[in-house]
């Protein structure tokens, strides 16, 4: 891969041509020159039917759903991974994680000399060169200081954790015993009193006043850590003093888990309601997404599998996608997408140009969404180190192996994984199969010795060979 310096970053192409929307006079140049903004709000172990829009009946999630009825919902949206740092590089690069080392590696920062490299093309890089201010408000979780930040990679302003998981209310990740502060503003660690979704949340607000008054458009990453552990509500404050790992993995319920999705859907509503406020929603184009599928408290149905799994429960994720003037209202897409679509998607929406030379293995699904184009058949490609997991998905069927076991499916029809057709279609399943083989090839091979989560251990840590 090419090494890519800030030379380069700032030689990357301008804005190209504008997509039209409506444009009043005396408005900011944004709504003017016809870009528009970007709000990627990133959910954290979601599953995929964890929003009342997607079939969730113990809560409601009315703010989220609010995006499927303005906007589109797209119901076979993919993660690029089971697990979060690998997703979310793929989702920054517009690339398959495996072409990096950092994305061999779960969870990303147990290696302090692993990580998104500096000077890497990212989606916020190239916003940036194109006039776009960029800020990532939340959980980064591609590498630590002082060898990796959002800082280095693309974005102006970052609020949030360097880290994966931390307690909602002392901000601290605590593993056996030992607390490490992950609070942020840059690089600067800061402390601040509250339940972290409603902090991410008064940093967001705070960050669109000052967007709204400037005259460039904007990213606006807001990747929450809720729903993943510590199962903490916004009311177990007095639980949380109790010194425990952060794992906890003794602890959360049902009623916990709706709680704090509630809260999520709450703070998704307060940001949306300040887009609305400013005048911004009308040129903003808001995508609400998760960044694997969900854990032990999460509802997949009608998958089966979690995360940590290539079983559609632990990839397939719910995607919303709201822009007005451009997308119809209340549309349900059954266009197959990946994390890595984003990068290029966004960018065309934006009239942005990649970095010469950087091509993504993503593709740009505008046409689709936007109803000039018909839904594409895709095929895509996962791996996951744990259980010696593979999988690879190429129209409606699905090449699967697990512990040594393989499998092929037809996940429409069979969207629980139950009928193999491995020997019925012997021919489908061998092309498949070797496809993998193919592209595997292509990719960084996993080092003799990766540290993952045993999800089902009883939530021990194992180190896997």
């Known amino acids: 891969m090419a090494d890519w310096n800030r030379r380069q970053l700032l030689r990357a192409a301008g804005a190209g041509a504008a997509v039209a929307l409506g444009a009043g006079e005396g408005r900011a140049r944004t709504r003017r020159d016809g870009r528009p903004n970007i709000l990627f709000i990133l959910a954290d172990d979601l599953g995929y039917a964890d929003l009342s829009c997607y079939g969730r009946e113990d809560y409601a999630t ?38 990096l080392a950092g994305g061999l ?26 006039g776009y201010r960029t800020t990532l408000i939340g959980k980064w979780h591609l590498g630590p200081l002082p060898k ?67 005259d460039a458009p904007f990213l606006m990453s807001l990747h929450y850590t809720a729903p993943h552990w510590p199962w903490e509500a916004p009311n177990d404050e007095a639980v949380a003093k109790t010194i425990r790992d952060s794992f ?23 940001v949306l309601a300040a887009l609305g406020q400013s005048g911004l929603d009308r040129d903003t184009i808001v995508i609400f997404t998760s960044d694997n599928g969900g854990e032990r408290f999460s509802k ?67 046409p689709v969404l936007t109803g000039t184009a018909p839904a594409r058949e895709r095929t895509l490609f996962w791996r996951h180190h744990a259980n010696q997991q593979s999988a690879m998905r190429q129209g409606n069927h699905k090449y699967l192996s697990l512990g040594g076991h393989d499998y092929l499916f037809d996940i429409a029809a069979d969207p629980q994984e139950r009928a193999n057709l491995k020997e019925a279609q012997k021919a489908r399943f061998e092309s498949m199969k070797a496809a993998f083989a193919t592209w595997n090839a292509t990719m960084l091979p996993y080092p003799a010795s990766t540290f993952s989560y045993d999800f089902h251990d009883t939530g021990k840590v194992a180190d896997r060979y």
């Open 62 to 99: 009315p703010h989220i759903d609010s995006l499927a009825r303005d906007g589109l919902k797209l119901t076979n949206a993919y993660a690029n991974s089971a697990v979060c740092s690998p997703t979310r590089l793929a989702l920054i690069t517009g690339r398959y994680q495996y072409r």
């Open 148 to 214: 990796f930040g959002p800082l280095m990679s693309g974005y102006d302003q970052f609020f949030g954790s360097y880290g994966g998981g931390l307690d909602y209310f002392t901000h601290a990740l605590t593993i056996r015993g030992e607390s490490t502060p992950d609070l942020w503003d840059g690089k600067t660690a800061v402390k601040r009193n509250g339940y972290f979704t409603d902090v991410m949340t008064d940093r967001a607000l705070s960050e669109l006043r000052d967007l709204a008054k400037g």
């Open 300 to 366: 997949n149905w009608p998958f089966t599998g979690m995360k940590g799994e290539l079983l559609e429960g632990g990839i397939r994720v719910p995607a919303l996608i709201r822009w007005p003037g451009r997308l119809s209202r209340g549309v349900v897409s059954d266009q197959v997408a990946a994390s890595m679509d984003w990068l290029p998607t966004l960018l065309a929406a934006a009239g942005a140009s990649p970095e010469a030379g950087y091509v993504s293995d993503g593709e740009n699904l505008l």
């Open 248 to 270: 906890h993995y003794d602890g959360g319920s049902a009623k916990t888990y709706a709680a704090m999705v509630a809260n999520l859907d709450a703070n998704v509503g307060r």
């Open 105 to 130: 590696d779960e969870p990303l920062g147990r290696n302090p000399e692993l990580g998104l490299p500096p000077g890497l093309p990212t989606l916020p890089s190239m916003l940036r060169a194109a």
